[in-house]
């Protein structure tokens, strides 16, 4: 897939993907797949009558707050966080599952309060933990989720054979499907009708490594096809696996918004090497820090363009050097510690005031 452009602040996005035409014929010219503003939502807190008993009344609790989201067409979009972030909440807003307590947004160009019947009905959902009518067959099944969204089904033969969902597999009942079969009905569901959006929560729960990775090939497809894929996800390495950008969601907020290549360049790297003599001068190197020198040993850390630091090396006889690569699980935890280091840090300026 062609990668976007960034031109005078916004961003341009190749001609077959911006072009694409919905099921309905409407253009979706450089219009976003997803956007939302403001978008906020709380459980509980409402107001109760006089007589209703107080254990049944549930303080306000925030699932999201302020959500300011953009999906492009043709991306595949991340959106992470741990159990509890928020991320399904989401989803259902997206799908008009729930109403915002404000704020809103549109998919595909349809606004989520008001028209969420249109959205599902060009858009393929797996909901997390999916729910299978167990007395029926597998196919049976997948007969009667496509006739909901009334369309053709024109990627099931190949999802079924990718997927490994053998004929015979998909004619027993599903009560008795393993967890993992049951997922890849759930993903054949949502993607056999070729929808112009998927929405996937926690795909890849109950599949085996071999079946994640025919997954990720599929995913890589749909891309390649100018669908769009938002999915939510709590395995790190999923998202930087097959993601173009990731949003990182903490308690409902938004903490970050990135390109996965941006977000792993920013992330600091540890550098072990094996020195003989006098070790290299690192003080004043663009991105080393905490550098740590024992006998023959020196350790640091790294961030962003690692040229400073090789050139800093020349003239030191360098015996061994690991760099280790930049993961996506480093760069969540680093954002989560700063917010972490953020809040502890307002917490003492109230306390002290």
């Known amino acids: 897939m062609q990668s976007p452009r960034k031109v005078s602040g916004s961003w341009a996005w190749p001609a077959a993907i911006?072009?694409?035409?919905?099921?309905?014929?409407?253009?979706?010219?450089?219009?976003?797949?997803?956007?939302?503003?403001?978008?906020?939502k709380h459980y509980g807190g409402g107001h109760f009558p006089p007589h209703f008993p107080p254990w049944r009344r549930r303080d306000r609790v925030t699932a999201l707050t302020?959500?300011?989201?953009?999906?492009?067409?043709?991306?595949?979009?991340?959106?992470?966080?741990?159990?509890?972030?928020?991320?399904?909440t989401m989803i259902r807003l997206l799908l008009?599952?729930?109403?915002?307590?404000?704020?809103?947004?549109?998919?595909?160009?349809?606004?989520?309060?008001?028209?969420s019947l249109a959205i599902r009905a060009r858009t393929g959902y797996l909901p997390g933990g999916i729910a299978l009518y167990d007395?029926?067959?597998?196919?049976?099944?997948?007969?009667?989720?496509?006739?909901?969204?009334?369309?053709?089904?024109?990627?099931?033969?190949?999802?079924?054979?990718?997927?490994?969902?053998?004929h015979r597999t998909l004619r027993r009942p599903v009560r008795d499907y393993?967890?993992?079969?049951?997922?890849?009905?759930?993903?054949?569901?949502?993607?056999?009708?070729?929808?112009?959006?998927?929405?996937?929560?926690?795909?890849?729960?109950?599949?085996?490594?071999?079946?994640?990775?025919?997954?990720?090939?599929?995913?890589d497809e749909r891309r390649q096809s100018s669908r769009t894929i938002f999915f939510s996800s709590h395995v790190l390495s999923e998202v930087e696996r097959v993601c173009d950008r990731v949003a990182i969601i903490r308690a409902g907020e938004l903490v970050a918004l990135s390109d996965v290549h941006d977000l792993l360049a920013r992330r600091r790297r540890r550098v072990e090497m094996r020195v003989?003599?006098?070790?290299?001068?690192?003080?004043?190197?663009?991105?080393?820090?905490?550098?740590?020198?024992?006998e023959h040993r020196l350790s640091c850390l790294l961030e962003g363009d690692v040229g400073p630091f090789l050139a800093a090396l020349r003239g030191a006889?360098?015996?061994?050097?690991?760099?280790?690569p930049a993961r996506l699980e480093e760069a969540f935890l680093e954002f989560y510690a700063e917010r972490d280091a953020n809040d502890s840090a307002e917490e003492g300026a109230e306390n002290a005031a």
């Open 18 to 40: 911006a072009q694409q035409r919905g099921a309905e014929g409407r253009s979706l010219s450089l219009m976003a797949i997803i956007e939302t503003h403001g978008l906020t």
């Open 66 to 88: 302020n959500l300011e989201l953009s999906v492009q067409p043709g991306e595949v979009f991340g959106f992470l966080g741990p159990n509890g972030a928020g991320k399904t």
């Open 96 to 115: 008009g599952f729930l109403h915002p307590t404000s704020g809103g947004g549109t998919v595909l160009g349809h606004d989520i309060g008001q028209d």
């Open 135 to 166: 007395t029926m067959s597998g196919e049976a099944v997948l007969d009667y989720l496509a006739r909901l969204y009334r369309r053709a089904t024109p990627l099931r033969a190949e999802l079924v054979e990718r997927l490994e969902m053998s």
């Open 178 to 219: 393993s967890r993992g079969m049951r997922q890849k009905i759930g993903i054949i569901q949502a993607l056999q009708h070729d929808p112009e959006l998927a929405i996937l929560d926690e795909p890849t729960e109950g599949l085996d490594p071999l079946m994640q990775r025919a997954f990720y090939d599929l995913l």
């Open 276 to 294: 003989e003599g006098a070790p290299p001068p690192l003080d004043g190197v663009p991105g080393v820090s905490d550098v740590v020198i024992k």
């Open 317 to 324: 006889t360098v015996l061994d050097l690991t760099i280790e």
